[in-house]
């Protein structure tokens, strides 16, 4: 009996060791499955990746080009193989976004079509919301104006001003001959505070009572749609296309002013979007009352309404009437200058880069920027200089332009 236990004993270790050794074996063949897949989705992942990233490489190599190129050229440039430029060139003509449709002059031998950008395959669509009028912009894959209009029409936060909006939009792009397919989007900018969500504008002085449920124009308006704060939108357009232009200050000048601080090109917004504010700094302790209700702030003294809205006459009236130093108006310039040199100062000792000026009154600086100057020499006492100093392109159509801008430049960097 005792020899019958143990030969059971034995059986049962050896059935149990078996069962052991498969359930192991099969565990390692899961394991390699697993591993294999995992490879061979990151494998795939990589490889799509690789693709996406040289089609960009080969349309970025085009799009900044000076003139035409050949495929030979964008192959030598980029280091990449024919059969690989030929491939992207074929999708990215598929896209309609390249044209191959010239043939380069004979030199001997078989003439290479010449490769260029379509820089109206694709547009964006700029709206600048004031609270009295809308101005609408639209911009090609180049950032050139297309067309511009202004409308005149008070804000209001209701369904008919956003179907009223949205109706100006088709039309600027009826006129155009652009279909749907090819608008990247449709960017509005508010002279205020957004959130970080893009859904609700938070602080606007100038324009509403605030917090303002953005949904209504959202809602209306049949293509993508995003918001941004007018000076930010009007920095970033002045910071395009300029490769030297590392990081800058912009300072936007209306009835309000605001600004956009940009660092190699990307926009420094602040923990709460709040950042480059510059309006509400105080440049007169204790001095006049702004719309903030603080007291002494830039945007109080160098607000244009000082200028036109406060004497009854337009911004353009004020400066024909300088121009023939009409009354108190060189007095009043003055003045005017002095304090808008104190804020540029300030700007220019905290962050120690470029200022770009900008806004509505750009336009009339001109020939009066380098008398602006003079009084930014003598206010900065520490580097005596003005040269960081300098007009905007875009004047009164930053804010707009920029806004579409950005729709552009999402598109060309993830093509």
């Not at 397919?181 to 606007?204: F, Q």
Request: charged fraction near 20%.
């Amino acid at each position: 009996m005792q020899f019958v236990c143990s030969l059971f004993k034995t059986k049962m270790r050896f059935s149990v060791q078996k069962n052991l050794v498969n359930a192991a074996k099969v565990w390692y063949h899961l394991k390699n499955t697993f591993a294999k897949a995992v490879v061979n989705v990151k494998s795939t992942q990589s490889v799509s990746d690789l693709r996406k990233a040289n089609r960009n490489r080969v349309y970025r190599f085009l799009y900044d080009s000076k003139g035409d190129q050949t495929v030979q050229d964008v192959s030598r440039a980029l280091s990449l193989s024919l059969p690989t430029v030929n491939q992207n060139l074929n999708e990215l003509m598929e896209l309609g976004l390249i044209d191959n449709s010239r043939i380069a002059s004979s030199s001997g031998g078989r003439r290479p079509r010449l490769l260029s950008v379509i820089p109206s395959a694709r547009c964006a669509v700029g709206v600048e919301i004031s609270p009295h009028h809308m101005y609408l912009v639209a911009t090609d894959l180049k950032g050139s104006e297309l067309d511009y209009r202004a409308v005149s029409r008070p804000f209001e936060a209701t369904a008919d001003y956003a179907a009223a909006l949205a109706e100006e939009i088709q039309s600027l792009l009826a006129g155009l001959g652009v279909g749907q397919d090819r608008v990247l989007g449709v960017g509005v900018t508010l002279p205020g505070i957004i959130n970080v969500e893009d859904t609700v504008l938070e602080y606007a002085p100038t324009l509403v009572s605030t917090p303002l449920d953005l949904s209504f124009l959202r809602a209306a308006i049949p293509y993508a749609v995003k918001f941004c704060n007018d000076a930010n939108a009007g920095g970033f357009a002045e910071w395009w296309d300029q490769p030297e232009q590392s990081s800058m200050a912009y300072l936007s000048i209306g009835r309000g002013i605001g600004g956009a601080i940009l660092v190699n090109g990307t926009p420094y917004l602040g923990a709460r979007q709040r950042s480059a504010e510059f309006g509400h700094m105080c440049i007169h302790p204790g001095g006049k009352t702004c719309s903030c209700g603080r007291q002494g702030c830039l945007e109080a003294y160098c607000s244009t309404a000082v200028l036109s809205n406060h004497l009854g006459i337009s911004l353009a009236d004020f400066f024909d009437g300088l121009e023939a130093g009409a009354g108190e108006k060189p007095l009043l310039w003055e003045r005017y200058l002095e304090d808008l040199s104190i804020g540029i100062v300030n700007i220019h000792t905290m962050l120690d880069c470029d200022i770009v000026l900008g806004g509505p009154l750009s336009p009339f600086l001109g020939k009066r920027v380098e008398q602006l100057k003079n009084y930014i020499n003598q206010v900065d006492s520490i580097s005596h200089t003005s040269q960081h100093v300098r007009l905007c392109r875009y004047h009164e159509k930053s804010n707009g332009i920029g806004v579409a801008l950005k729709y552009v430049d999402n598109f060309i960097s993830n093509i």
